[in-house]
Protein backbone atom coordinates (compact mmCIF):
# COMPACT_ATOMS: atom_id res chain seq x y z
CA UNK A 1 0.00 0.00 0.00
CA UNK A 2 1.78 3.49 -1.07
CA UNK A 3 1.78 5.90 2.05
CA UNK A 4 -0.45 8.29 2.07
CA UNK A 5 -1.87 7.33 -1.55
CA UNK A 6 -4.91 9.79 -1.81
CA UNK A 7 -2.82 12.83 -0.63
CA UNK A 8 -0.26 12.28 -3.07
CA UNK A 9 -2.65 10.73 -5.79
CA UNK A 10 -5.08 13.97 -5.67
CA UNK A 11 -1.39 16.12 -6.18
CA UNK A 12 -0.41 13.96 -8.96
CA UNK A 13 -4.04 14.45 -10.89
CA UNK A 14 -3.62 18.46 -10.12
CA UNK A 15 -0.06 19.04 -11.05
CA UNK A 16 1.18 19.70 -7.77
CA UNK A 17 3.34 16.60 -7.73
CA UNK A 18 5.37 15.18 -9.84
CA UNK A 19 5.54 11.67 -9.97
CA UNK A 20 9.18 10.48 -9.23
CA UNK A 21 9.48 7.94 -12.39
CA UNK A 22 9.10 10.73 -14.89
CA UNK A 23 11.79 12.41 -16.84
CA UNK A 24 12.93 14.07 -20.21
CA UNK A 25 10.42 15.41 -22.10
CA UNK A 26 7.55 13.60 -20.06
CA UNK A 27 8.60 15.67 -16.62
CA UNK A 28 8.99 19.30 -18.64
CA UNK A 29 5.72 18.81 -19.73
CA UNK A 30 4.03 17.83 -16.47
CA UNK A 31 5.96 20.89 -15.27
CA UNK A 32 4.27 23.27 -17.40
CA UNK A 33 0.92 21.56 -16.34
CA UNK A 34 2.08 22.92 -13.31
CA UNK A 35 2.62 26.33 -14.11
CA UNK A 36 -1.01 26.47 -15.89
CA UNK A 37 -2.85 24.96 -12.57
CA UNK A 38 -0.51 27.27 -10.24
CA UNK A 39 -1.37 30.59 -13.01
CA UNK A 40 -5.24 29.63 -12.42
CA UNK A 41 -5.64 29.31 -8.96
CA UNK A 42 -2.94 32.67 -8.45
CA UNK A 43 -4.60 34.85 -11.24
CA UNK A 44 -8.13 34.05 -8.96
CA UNK A 45 -6.65 34.92 -5.36
CA UNK A 46 -5.41 37.80 -7.25
CA UNK A 47 -8.03 39.21 -8.70
CA UNK A 48 -10.22 38.82 -5.59
CA UNK A 49 -7.55 40.79 -3.86
CA UNK A 50 -7.68 43.48 -6.00
CA UNK A 51 -11.60 43.74 -5.76
CA UNK A 52 -11.71 43.51 -2.06
CA UNK A 53 -9.00 46.17 -1.87
CA UNK A 54 -11.60 48.53 -3.05
CA UNK A 55 -13.66 49.22 0.02
CA UNK A 56 -16.71 49.44 0.49
CA UNK A 57 -19.01 50.92 3.60
CA UNK A 58 -20.90 47.70 3.59
CA UNK A 59 -19.39 45.82 6.58
CA UNK A 60 -21.81 42.65 5.58
CA UNK A 61 -19.92 43.16 1.94
CA UNK A 62 -16.39 43.31 2.96
CA UNK A 63 -16.57 40.30 5.66
CA UNK A 64 -18.20 38.11 2.73
CA UNK A 65 -15.57 38.84 0.49
CA UNK A 66 -13.05 38.32 2.80
CA UNK A 67 -14.70 34.78 3.71
CA UNK A 68 -13.96 33.35 -0.24
CA UNK A 69 -10.79 35.58 -0.79
CA UNK A 70 -9.37 33.63 2.32
CA UNK A 71 -10.04 30.81 1.33
CA UNK A 72 -8.55 31.15 -2.23
CA UNK A 73 -5.52 32.40 -0.61
CA UNK A 74 -5.79 29.94 1.70
CA UNK A 75 -5.25 27.26 -1.20
CA UNK A 76 -2.26 28.88 -2.78
CA UNK A 77 -0.35 29.19 0.00
CA UNK A 78 -0.38 25.16 0.40
CA UNK A 79 -0.06 24.39 -3.21
CA UNK A 80 3.34 26.87 -2.92
CA UNK A 81 4.29 24.86 0.02
CA UNK A 82 4.18 21.43 -1.59
CA UNK A 83 5.95 22.41 -4.30
CA UNK A 84 8.65 24.74 -2.36
CA UNK A 85 9.21 21.67 0.14
CA UNK A 86 9.30 18.84 -2.17
CA UNK A 87 12.61 17.36 -1.41
CA UNK A 88 11.84 17.57 2.25
CA UNK A 89 8.61 15.67 2.38
CA UNK A 90 10.38 13.16 -0.49
CA UNK A 91 12.87 12.90 2.51
CA UNK A 92 9.76 12.09 5.20
CA UNK A 93 8.41 9.38 2.93
CA UNK A 94 12.14 7.69 2.31
CA UNK A 95 12.44 7.67 6.47
CA UNK A 96 9.22 5.48 6.93
CA UNK A 97 9.93 3.64 4.26
CA UNK A 98 13.68 2.49 5.53
CA UNK A 99 14.76 0.79 8.68
CA UNK A 100 14.20 0.79 11.39
CA UNK A 101 10.91 2.55 10.75
CA UNK A 102 9.91 -0.62 8.15
CA UNK A 103 7.74 -2.74 9.71
CA UNK A 104 9.99 -6.20 10.39
CA UNK A 105 7.88 -8.63 11.94
CA UNK A 106 3.79 -9.56 11.38
CA UNK A 107 2.45 -7.85 14.11
CA UNK A 108 5.30 -4.69 12.86
CA UNK A 109 3.01 -5.01 9.97
CA UNK A 110 -0.41 -5.51 11.50
CA UNK A 111 0.46 -2.09 13.25
CA UNK A 112 1.23 -0.63 10.04
CA UNK A 113 -1.33 -1.51 8.01
CA UNK A 114 -4.13 -0.57 10.27
CA UNK A 115 -3.13 2.98 10.16
CA UNK A 116 -2.23 3.31 6.64
CA UNK A 117 -6.40 1.84 6.43
CA UNK A 118 -7.74 4.42 8.95
CA UNK A 119 -5.49 7.17 6.77
CA UNK A 120 -6.84 6.08 3.33
CA UNK A 121 -10.63 5.94 4.70
CA UNK A 122 -10.09 9.04 6.74
CA UNK A 123 -8.94 10.85 3.72
CA UNK A 124 -12.16 9.36 1.53
CA UNK A 125 -14.27 10.64 4.26
CA UNK A 126 -12.90 14.08 4.09
CA UNK A 127 -12.86 14.28 0.43
CA UNK A 128 -16.43 13.22 0.05
CA UNK A 129 -17.29 15.45 3.05
CA UNK A 130 -15.37 18.43 1.27
CA UNK A 131 -16.97 17.99 -2.07
CA UNK A 132 -20.74 18.05 -1.18
CA UNK A 133 -20.35 21.41 0.39
CA UNK A 134 -18.43 22.54 -2.73
CA UNK A 135 -21.32 21.14 -4.60
CA UNK A 136 -23.49 22.61 -2.13
CA UNK A 137 -21.83 26.09 -2.84
CA UNK A 138 -21.83 25.70 -6.87
CA UNK A 139 -25.77 24.90 -6.90
CA UNK A 140 -26.30 27.25 -5.22
CA UNK A 141 -24.13 29.89 -6.72
CA UNK A 142 -26.33 28.50 -10.22
CA UNK A 143 -29.44 29.47 -8.75
CA UNK A 144 -28.60 32.28 -7.00
CA UNK A 145 -26.10 33.94 -9.66
CA UNK A 146 -26.34 33.04 -13.12
CA UNK A 147 -30.03 34.48 -14.05
CA UNK A 148 -28.57 37.95 -12.61
CA UNK A 149 -25.25 37.18 -14.58
CA UNK A 150 -23.25 37.75 -11.29
CA UNK A 151 -20.02 35.99 -10.94
CA UNK A 152 -19.67 33.09 -8.06
CA UNK A 153 -17.18 34.97 -6.99
CA UNK A 154 -16.14 38.79 -6.48
CA UNK A 155 -13.29 39.97 -8.76
CA UNK A 156 -11.74 42.34 -10.41
CA UNK A 157 -11.27 41.55 -14.28
CA UNK A 158 -9.80 43.69 -16.81
CA UNK A 159 -12.44 43.02 -19.32
CA UNK A 160 -16.46 43.46 -19.11
CA UNK A 161 -18.74 40.58 -18.58
CA UNK A 162 -21.74 41.99 -20.29
CA UNK A 163 -21.64 39.56 -23.32
CA UNK A 164 -23.01 35.97 -22.78
CA UNK A 165 -19.46 34.66 -23.96
CA UNK A 166 -17.40 36.49 -21.89
CA UNK A 167 -19.80 36.09 -18.59
CA UNK A 168 -19.73 31.98 -19.17
CA UNK A 169 -16.02 31.69 -20.10
CA UNK A 170 -15.30 33.93 -16.52
CA UNK A 171 -18.14 31.83 -14.77
CA UNK A 172 -16.13 28.56 -15.49
CA UNK A 173 -12.78 30.01 -15.41
CA UNK A 174 -13.70 30.84 -11.62
CA UNK A 175 -15.18 26.86 -11.14
CA UNK A 176 -12.35 25.52 -12.34
CA UNK A 177 -9.85 27.32 -9.91
CA UNK A 178 -12.33 26.57 -7.51
CA UNK A 179 -12.47 22.52 -8.18
CA UNK A 180 -8.52 23.17 -8.00
CA UNK A 181 -8.40 25.20 -4.69
CA UNK A 182 -10.61 22.69 -2.54
CA UNK A 183 -8.94 19.51 -4.04
CA UNK A 184 -4.98 21.27 -3.33
CA UNK A 185 -7.26 21.27 0.40
CA UNK A 186 -8.17 17.88 0.30
CA UNK A 187 -5.15 16.71 0.01
CA UNK A 188 -2.77 18.78 2.05
CA UNK A 189 -5.59 18.81 4.79
CA UNK A 190 -5.07 14.98 4.55
CA UNK A 191 -1.53 14.86 4.06
CA UNK A 192 -0.29 16.68 7.32
CA UNK A 193 -2.95 14.92 9.92
CA UNK A 194 -1.77 11.62 7.50
CA UNK A 195 2.27 12.45 8.65
CA UNK A 196 0.73 12.80 12.10
CA UNK A 197 -0.76 8.88 11.90
CA UNK A 198 2.41 7.93 10.74
CA UNK A 199 4.17 9.81 13.80
CA UNK A 200 1.26 7.39 16.17
CA UNK A 201 1.74 3.85 14.10
CA UNK A 202 5.47 4.51 14.30
CA UNK A 203 5.34 5.07 18.10
CA UNK A 204 3.04 2.28 18.03
CA UNK A 205 5.58 -0.23 16.41
CA UNK A 206 8.50 1.38 19.10
CA UNK A 207 6.04 0.07 22.15
CA UNK A 208 5.71 -3.28 20.55
CA UNK A 209 9.38 -3.78 19.97
CA UNK A 210 10.83 -3.19 23.47
CA UNK A 211 8.24 -5.56 24.39
CA UNK A 212 11.37 -7.76 22.93
CA UNK A 213 13.57 -7.26 26.44
CA UNK A 214 10.49 -8.72 28.25
CA UNK A 215 10.92 -12.17 25.74
CA UNK A 216 14.72 -12.08 26.17
CA UNK A 217 14.45 -12.04 30.21
CA UNK A 218 12.28 -15.00 30.23
CA UNK A 219 14.08 -16.73 27.60
CA UNK A 220 17.22 -17.07 29.82
CA UNK A 221 14.70 -17.06 33.41
CA UNK A 222 13.54 -20.96 31.79
CA UNK A 223 16.71 -21.81 30.35
CA UNK A 224 18.19 -24.46 32.83
CA UNK A 225 21.44 -22.76 33.01
CA UNK A 226 20.33 -19.17 33.66
CA UNK A 227 22.01 -18.64 36.82
CA UNK A 228 25.71 -19.25 34.33
CA UNK A 229 27.79 -16.07 33.82
CA UNK A 230 28.12 -16.81 30.59
CA UNK A 231 24.29 -16.98 29.92
CA UNK A 232 23.97 -13.61 31.94
CA UNK A 233 26.46 -11.92 29.74
CA UNK A 234 25.02 -13.07 26.44
CA UNK A 235 21.33 -11.96 27.75
CA UNK A 236 22.87 -8.37 28.73
CA UNK A 237 24.60 -8.73 25.24
CA UNK A 238 20.97 -9.38 23.34
CA UNK A 239 19.19 -6.49 26.10
CA UNK A 240 21.67 -3.60 24.58
CA UNK A 241 21.37 -4.66 21.12
CA UNK A 242 17.49 -3.90 21.33
CA UNK A 243 17.56 -1.08 23.57
CA UNK A 244 20.08 0.24 21.19
CA UNK A 245 17.91 -0.12 18.45
CA UNK A 246 14.94 1.00 20.22
CA UNK A 247 16.70 4.15 20.85
CA UNK A 248 17.79 4.96 17.69
CA UNK A 249 14.15 4.68 16.16
CA UNK A 250 12.38 6.72 19.01
CA UNK A 251 15.15 9.20 18.15
CA UNK A 252 14.19 8.84 14.42
CA UNK A 253 10.32 8.89 15.39
CA UNK A 254 10.71 12.37 16.87
CA UNK A 255 12.97 13.91 14.07
CA UNK A 256 10.63 12.80 11.60
CA UNK A 257 7.53 14.55 13.81
CA UNK A 258 10.25 17.40 14.07
CA UNK A 259 10.66 17.44 10.32
CA UNK A 260 7.07 17.19 9.49
CA UNK A 261 6.32 20.45 11.40
CA UNK A 262 9.23 22.25 10.25
CA UNK A 263 7.53 21.53 6.77
CA UNK A 264 4.37 22.60 7.41
CA UNK A 265 3.96 24.88 10.44
CA UNK A 266 3.85 28.10 8.90
CA UNK A 267 0.91 27.09 6.60
CA UNK A 268 -0.22 25.52 9.29
CA UNK A 269 -0.56 29.19 10.71
CA UNK A 270 -1.84 30.68 7.54
CA UNK A 271 -5.03 27.98 7.83
CA UNK A 272 -5.19 28.71 11.76
CA UNK A 273 -5.83 32.76 11.20
CA UNK A 274 -7.47 32.36 7.99
CA UNK A 275 -10.27 29.91 10.17
CA UNK A 276 -10.32 32.69 12.61
CA UNK A 277 -11.19 35.40 10.29
CA UNK A 278 -13.74 33.07 8.33
CA UNK A 279 -15.47 31.89 11.18
CA UNK A 280 -16.10 35.03 12.35
CA UNK A 281 -16.89 36.01 8.78
CA UNK A 282 -19.42 33.50 8.54
CA UNK A 283 -21.23 33.69 11.88
CA UNK A 284 -21.32 37.45 11.04
CA UNK A 285 -23.26 36.82 7.73
CA UNK A 286 -25.45 34.29 9.02
CA UNK A 287 -26.90 37.16 11.12
CA UNK A 288 -27.98 38.70 8.46
CA UNK A 289 -29.18 36.06 6.50
CA UNK A 290 -32.72 35.04 6.12
CA UNK A 291 -33.19 31.03 7.65
CA UNK A 292 -33.06 28.27 5.13
CA UNK A 293 -32.10 30.56 2.03
CA UNK A 294 -29.96 29.06 -0.57
CA UNK A 295 -27.51 31.43 0.58
CA UNK A 296 -28.04 31.19 4.57
CA UNK A 297 -27.58 27.30 3.94
CA UNK A 298 -24.50 27.51 1.55
CA UNK A 299 -22.50 29.92 4.17
CA UNK A 300 -23.58 27.26 7.16
CA UNK A 301 -21.69 24.69 4.86
CA UNK A 302 -18.84 26.71 3.97
CA UNK A 303 -18.85 27.82 7.87
CA UNK A 304 -18.79 24.24 9.20
CA UNK A 305 -16.61 22.69 6.69
CA UNK A 306 -13.69 24.96 7.73
CA UNK A 307 -14.35 23.93 11.72
CA UNK A 308 -13.94 20.84 10.26
CA UNK A 309 -11.05 21.61 8.40
CA UNK A 310 -9.08 22.96 11.57
CA UNK A 311 -10.71 20.73 13.57
CA UNK A 312 -8.45 17.35 12.04
CA UNK A 313 -5.14 19.33 12.62
CA UNK A 314 -6.42 19.72 16.25
CA UNK A 315 -7.87 16.18 16.63
CA UNK A 316 -4.83 14.52 14.82
CA UNK A 317 -2.26 16.60 17.20
CA UNK A 318 -3.78 16.10 20.36
CA UNK A 319 -3.84 12.17 19.33
CA UNK A 320 0.02 12.48 18.58
CA UNK A 321 0.69 14.16 22.19
CA UNK A 322 -1.51 11.63 23.60
CA UNK A 323 0.42 8.43 21.76
CA UNK A 324 3.72 9.72 23.28
CA UNK A 325 2.60 9.72 26.87
CA UNK A 326 1.29 6.36 26.28
CA UNK A 327 5.15 5.51 25.39
CA UNK A 328 5.93 6.28 28.88
CA UNK A 329 2.96 4.59 30.35
CA UNK A 330 4.07 1.00 28.34
CA UNK A 331 7.69 0.94 29.66
CA UNK A 332 6.70 1.65 33.18
CA UNK A 333 3.97 -1.63 32.44
CA UNK A 334 6.96 -3.83 31.27
CA UNK A 335 8.51 -6.22 33.16
CA UNK A 336 11.23 -4.43 33.88
CA UNK A 337 12.92 -5.15 37.46
CA UNK A 338 14.61 -8.28 36.10
CA UNK A 339 16.41 -6.09 33.49
CA UNK A 340 19.87 -5.25 33.64
CA UNK A 341 21.12 -2.28 35.26
CA UNK A 342 22.27 -0.52 32.22
CA UNK A 343 19.08 -1.39 30.21
CA UNK A 344 16.51 0.03 33.08
CA UNK A 345 18.95 3.38 32.62
CA UNK A 346 18.24 3.58 29.11
CA UNK A 347 14.81 3.09 29.58
CA UNK A 348 14.72 5.57 32.01
CA UNK A 349 16.39 8.15 28.95
CA UNK A 350 13.88 6.83 26.64
CA UNK A 351 10.99 7.78 29.62
CA UNK A 352 12.35 11.39 30.66
CA UNK A 353 12.10 12.04 26.98
CA UNK A 354 8.68 11.61 26.35
CA UNK A 355 8.12 14.22 29.36
CA UNK A 356 8.82 16.78 26.70
CA UNK A 357 5.43 16.41 24.41
CA UNK A 358 5.85 15.40 20.50
CA UNK A 359 3.67 18.44 18.98
CA UNK A 360 2.61 20.47 15.69
CA UNK A 361 2.53 23.82 15.72
CA UNK A 362 0.66 26.72 14.17
CA UNK A 363 3.86 28.56 13.26
CA UNK A 364 5.78 27.42 16.39
CA UNK A 365 2.99 29.96 18.30
CA UNK A 366 -0.20 27.64 18.88
CA UNK A 367 -0.16 23.84 19.46
CA UNK A 368 -1.94 21.83 17.94
CA UNK A 369 -4.57 20.51 20.05
CA UNK A 370 -8.63 20.44 21.22
CA UNK A 371 -7.39 23.23 23.56
CA UNK A 372 -5.98 25.29 21.03
CA UNK A 373 -9.12 24.71 19.19
CA UNK A 374 -11.41 25.85 21.50
CA UNK A 375 -9.49 28.91 22.20
CA UNK A 376 -9.70 29.39 18.37
CA UNK A 377 -13.45 29.55 18.75
CA UNK A 378 -13.57 31.72 21.39
CA UNK A 379 -10.99 34.05 19.85
CA UNK A 380 -14.00 33.86 16.63
CA UNK A 381 -16.94 34.72 18.95
CA UNK A 382 -15.34 37.47 20.23
CA UNK A 383 -14.22 39.18 16.91
CA UNK A 384 -17.63 38.48 16.20
CA UNK A 385 -19.29 40.42 19.17
CA UNK A 386 -17.17 43.44 18.25
CA UNK A 387 -18.30 43.48 14.55
CA UNK A 388 -21.89 43.16 15.39
CA UNK A 389 -21.66 46.36 17.96
CA UNK A 390 -19.51 48.38 15.61
CA UNK A 391 -21.78 47.78 12.79
Known amino acids: MRLLGISFG ?38 QLIDFLQFS ?30 SEILNLIKTLKNKPCLPRDKLDWIIQNKFDRDIKWNSLKYAIFIEVILGGVIISSLIKDTPQRKLALDAWLPYSINSEV ?17 FINISYDTLIPGCMMQTCAQLEIFKHRLNDLSQV ?25 IIS ?49 PEFISVVGYCFGMLVEIFVYCFYGNIVMDENDNVRNAIYDMDWVNLSVSTKKSLLTIMTRTLKPVTFTSGYIVVLSLNSLNGLLKLSYSAYNVLKQTS
Request: with cysteine; proline share 1%.
Open 10 to 47: ILEFFGFWRPTKLSGWKANLYNFYTIINLIILYFLALT
Open 57 to 86: DNVAELMDKAMLMMSVINSCAKAGNILQKR
Open 166 to 182: TYWITYTYQFTAGIIGS
Open 217 to 241: HNKFNHDELSLSEANYQKQIMIEQK
Open 245 to 293: ESIKHHSLILEFAESANAIFSYTIFIQYSISFIVICASTYNLSNLTPFT
